[in-house]
């Protein structure tokens, strides 16, 4: 019913973008790069709905934060001390959809005669090596956990909580939160992670799900043992007056070492 | 009235007669002046963006300059007190010597304050009722008030002396004496206030300890009557007017106690911090070894320390102190020393590190230097200026009987003798 | 859509006020010439009654005016000290100006301290990585001078190094040979405050070994700040911001000497701010285009946390990092922090109480 609200305005953008400038649209990345993304417009005069980073790309300014977002739907945790109405997220399920072929060759629904009825862990073959570059060394879990730990074994476009019941991709914390219950729990309460929006308590924020900022397929970093992929950085501010270079930082410390 | 408005005429006409040399000596003072009137400009129609500061040291060469120039103000204390105080018949003659030198730091202070604020249009906001003045917590406003006090108090008090010397009366010592023991506090005042300014903020370590008031005394009442005692000279061999040895001894005597304590304090400094060596020391050790590789500071530190100790030996040494050629040359490595100790070398180190570590060097821009001349031009044109009315006055060649005599005798007569002051 | 979500902002924050939301006025359009005036006025309506009165009286001078106008603002007194009249006033000539400067309407907000509002700031310093996207988003948001002239950002990110303890170095003790019980190890910088580099530029962050650490505005109980000022032009907001009146500061740089975070920037020459990226919808103690001589520092956006946005660096942090809540309240997100975490002031000693914690899990 809403989606019929916003249609017309959504031409209405279109149109205006059309007609004012036919400059390529900007994609920008949200939080990390390969995950949410966002195009500039204008939504108002002299309003963008996102200011980018000429150098990384990411968006620095948030023209409407709830742009584009669908409510979070319940959190089921008898003390989820949130406000239900006004959690918003962005919603990706539209993302996930299946190629047609994979539908119709593996993906139908029902797990194909032939597949093994267990989790255990097993080289995948084809595209999945596109994700997970060798599923019997998945960097999450340090070989505990496998794909279907997390991923429904035939709603391919659901994930999984432990009695096999589907998650949908828009709630990846009701999956994380089955092994990372302290997250999980600092993520309720806003200790943890990342949310745009109102500051107050019972305002509307956009909370930023577990995988808008976490690879869930590379959770290791490799050396850096980091949850957090690494960023390009902004540029480093401008040195004062009559400096020509930082090399001084680079020296060593210690008040003594002069 | 008559007899003020005849002192005002007489005071000037006599001020802007006088030599070549002294005309040349004005004209390169304006000159400099010259200096200063395009760097305010630049200033006001432009901003600081031509100074060599930045957010890191946002103080420099102006505020510096300031400091110091307090300290020259307060340390003209060093002629009245013991005139007035002790009785020191030789100093009690020329007291209000110290007093012109004093009003004139004053009016240099306060042209570098300007220099150094970012909106002097906007002053007038400090002023109490139609702006905010934010006593009793602000030591700027505390600073200010001392200074402006300091200011008049000089000012009548050293015309007050000059007019009634001028119109031959004695003078009123139930309205002088009071003035003159009031403006003696006052002016520790002025120079303690100015320490509070800076070590009151233990955003910097350098500064934020409670040897700096007294270590500001001492090097005020160093640094003053060197300069009073360069000036004694200058007066004794380009004017008339005879100032007694026993009143150079004086000052000597005092620049050397002064001197000592100054140099001891810097020693207690540097050994409390560098004990412990805390990151709290790093601005002195800086200042001292230069840190990171930057090190400009260095012979300026360890020049003005072995300036203050050459001064030192020279002033403890009774044979080489009452060698005048040789206290000379005292008297100006401790002034020299003493400014760069407590101008750039105090403020600057304050900034570097920056309170959360980061390392960068100040260089004063050409403008900053100019202007800064350009200040210390126009305190020298005003001192050479009030010198020279006072030492005209306390000769004698400008006085009411006299003027009065020679109109009646000459209408055109010249004081013929003017004093070859520069 | 994203009116019916402002909207939601709007209602939901000020329900007293109305929707007094300047987020919406951009719809104003550029008073420059005496045509556009009517949609001047016509959108003025939707701001607040207060600045409807300024732009009333405004709209008596003439264009011709503008040199009156400056003089006005120079005559200008302190503005915690005005009326609400006066207040008006000076936003509406400001608002005036600004758009006249930057060629599109401006809106000078003026949105008191909210009651129950204590603002509070937490930052996870385990979570950060270093990307610097906090203080880029704080000069998009705050209308910073920028560019190679004059480049001013409110948050600096020092990089510190966890250093590294090496037998190699057992035997470099300092100073060297007069057995006084210095290690070699003794300065591997592990564990150090404040001693880090500014200026890393390295191909990606975080880097292995280093820690970073955001410093900005502290927001002091007890700002030594607002102490030294010799005007009060700096002063603390009854919400918890310490804010500055550009208008009343003479720019004696007291505050940024007294500041002990290197908090505050200076404006060695007016701001060099480009039209197109100026943000218009401003705050009078926020992020009002600067002038040429004044101090300024953050205010924890209070354009956008006065109207319930959360600061502009809180949304873009690409870790979560940064959080941001009203301390009087014990659901919100930094009380939380306060109550679940460890948490610390950056120099606590110097008892200045700092309203930003750092924390970590």
């Keep these: ?258 | 009235m008559d007899k003020l408005k005849r002192f005002a005429v007489d005071y000037v006409t006599y001020v802007v007669k006088g030599s070549p040399a002294f005309y040349a000596w004005i004209a390169l003072l304006c000159a400099l002046i010259l200096g200063l009137l395009y760097g305010t400009y630049l200033h006001a129609a432009d901003g600081l963006r031509y100074t060599g500061l930045t957010d890191q040291v946002h103080d420099g060469l102006y505020l510096a300059n300031f400091v110091f120039l307090v300290g020259i103000a307060a340390g003209a204390v060093t002629i009245v007190f013991p005139a007035y105080v002790y009785h020191h018949k030789a100093l009690h003659s020329v007291a209000v010597l110290g007093e012109m030198l004093a009003i004139s730091a004053v009016l240099m202070c306060m042209l570098f304050i300007v220099s150094h604020m970012g909106r002097p249009d906007r002053l007038w906001h400090m002023l109490p009722i139609i702006g905010i003045y934010n006593i009793p917590n602000s030591m700027l406003a505390w600073d200010t008030l001392v200074l402006i006090g300091y200011l008049f108090l000089n000012f009548i008090g050293g015309f007050y002396y000059l007019y009634k010397k001028y119109t031959g009366q004695p003078l009123n010592d139930k309205f002088y004496l009071p003035l003159i023991y009031v403006s003696i506090v006052w002016a520790l005042s002025i120079h303690t206030v100015t320490a509070f300014l800076l070590n009151t903020m233990p955003s910097r370590p350098m500064w934020h300890h409670s040897m700096m008031p007294i270590r500001f005394i001492s090097t005020a009442f160093a640094a003053g009557p060197s300069l009073i005692v360069l000036i004694f000279l200058i007066v004794r061999a380009r004017t008339r007017l005879w100032i007694e040895n026993s009143a150079i001894d004086l000052l000597a005597t005092i620049i050397t106690y002064c001197l000592g304590l100054a140099l001891f304090l810097t020693l207690s400094e540097v050994v409390t911090d560098l004990y412990a060596n805390t990151e709290h020391a790093m601005g002195l050790q800086y200042l001292m070894f230069g840190m990171h590789g930057f090190n400009d500071l260095v012979p300026w530190f360890w020049g003005s320390l072995a300036a203050m100790i050459v001064a030192f030996a020279i002033l403890l040494t009774p044979y080489w102190r009452t060698n005048y050629r040789l206290l000379a040359i005292a008297c100006i490595l401790a002034f020299c020393g003493i400014w760069i100790e407590k101008g750039m070398g105090l403020l600057v180190p304050g900034f570097i590190p920056t309170p959360i570590g980061e390392f960068t060097q100040y260089f004063p821009s050409t403008l900053e230097i100019f202007v800064t001349l350009g200040n210390w031009a126009v305190g020298f044109l005003v001192l050479t200026v009030l010198l020279k009315g006072a030492i005209g006055i306390l000769l004698g060649e400008i006085a009411y009987a006299a003027t009065a005599q020679d109109k009646t005798i000459s209408g055109n007569a010249e004081v013929s003798i003017a004093p070859e002051l520069t | 859509m994203h009116v019916t979500n402002k909207e939601k902002i709007c209602n939901q924050q000020s329900p007293a006020e109305g929707c007094a939301c300047s987020g919406q006025a951009p719809g104003a359009a550029p008073a420059d010439n005496v045509s556009s005036r009517r949609n001047f006025l016509k959108s003025a309506g939707m701001l607040s009654v207060n600045s409807l009165l300024g732009t009333a009286a405004l709209m008596t001078m003439s264009d011709d005016a503008r040199a009156n106008m400056d003089w006005a603002e120079w005559f200008q007194g302190n503005y915690r000290l005005m009326s609400d009249e006066e207040k008006a006033l000076a936003r509406a000539r400001l608002e005036r100006r600004y758009s006249r400067e930057y060629g599109k309407a401006v809106t000078v907000d003026g949105t008191p301290a909210q009651e129950g509002v204590l603002m509070g700031y937490a930052l996870n310093i385990k979570k950060c990585i270093g990307c610097r996207r906090c203080a880029k988003a704080c000069v998009e948001e705050n209308n910073q001078s920028r560019g190679k002239d004059q480049e001013i950002e409110w948050i600096r990110v020092l990089k510190m190094e966890k250093g590294e303890f090496s037998k190699e170095k057992m035997n470099q003790g300092y100073p060297e040979g007069l057995g006084i019980q210095v290690g070699g190890n003794a300065y591997s910088p592990a564990g150090v405050v404040l001693e880090g580099e500014h200026y890393y530029q390295p191909e990606a962050v975080p880097e292995k070994g280093s820690v970073y650490m955001p410093i900005a505005c502290m927001q002091c109980e007890k700002p030594p700040c607002v102490k030294v000022c010799p005007v009060r032009t700096t002063y603390r907001e009854a919400d918890g911001p310490v804010v500055i009146d550009y208008n009343w500061c003479i720019g004696c740089r007291m505050c940024m000497s007294a500041c002990p975070y290197w908090a505050r920037r200076f404006n060695w020459s007016d701001p060099k701010l480009p039209k197109e990226a100026m943000n218009p919808v401003t705050h009078y103690l926020g992020n009002r285009p600067r002038m040429k001589g004044v101090v300024e520092k953050c205010t924890f956006c209070i354009q956008r946390t006065r109207k319930g946005r959360y600061p502009a660096c809180v949304e873009v942090c690409p870790v979560g990092a940064r959080k941001f809540g009203n301390l009087l309240d014990p659901n919100s997100e930094v009380s939380r922090i306060i109550e679940r975490k460890q948490v610390f002031r950056l120099k606590a000693e110097l008892n200045t109480y700092p309203k930003f914690f750092y924390f970590m899990d």
């Excluded at chain 1, 966002?38 to 108002?44: A, F």
């Excluded at chain 1, 406000?83 to 962005?90: D, F, M, S, T, Y």
């Design chain 1, 1 to 258: 019913m809403k989606k019929y609200a916003f249609l017309p305005a959504v031409l209405l953008l279109w149109c205006v973008s059309l007609s004012s400038a036919r400059a390529e649209p900007v994609k920008c990345f949200e939080s990390r790069k390969g995950a949410s993304e966002v195009t500039q417009r204008m939504i108002g005069e002299n309003l963008p709905n996102v200011k980018c980073s000429p150098k990384t790309g990411a968006v620095l300014w948030w023209g409407d934060p709830l742009d584009g977002t669908v409510p979070m739907g319940d959190m089921p945790v008898a003390d989820a001390d949130y406000n239900r109405g006004k959690a918003v997220v962005k919603p990706r399920t539209d993302k996930v959809g299946l190629l047609p072929l994979c539908g119709n060759t593996c993906h139908t629904g029902v797990l194909p005669s032939g597949f093994p009825q267990n989790k255990d862990t097993r080289q995948l073959v084809m595209m999945h090596q596109a994700i997970v570059l060798d599923a019997t060394k998945l960097p999450h879990g340090r070989g505990s956990i496998w794909c279907l730990d997390c991923h429904h074994s035939t709603k391919r476009n659901k994930l999984v909580d432990h009695r096999d019941n589907p998650i949908s991709f828009d709630q990846p914390q009701l999956l994380c939160g089955k092994c990372h219950g302290e997250v999980y729990r600092d993520w309720r309460e806003g200790i943890h992670g990342k949310r745009i929006g109102e500051w107050a308590s019972t305002g509307t924020k956009r909370w930023f799900v577990c995988t808008e900022c976490h690879n869930p397929h590379n959770v290791q970093h490799g050396e850096r043992n980091r949850g957090i992929a690494q960023h390009q950085p902004e540029n480093a501010p401008a040195l004062p007056k009559g400096m020509k270079t930082a090399d001084h930082e680079r020296r060593q410390h210690g008040a003594a070492k002069h």
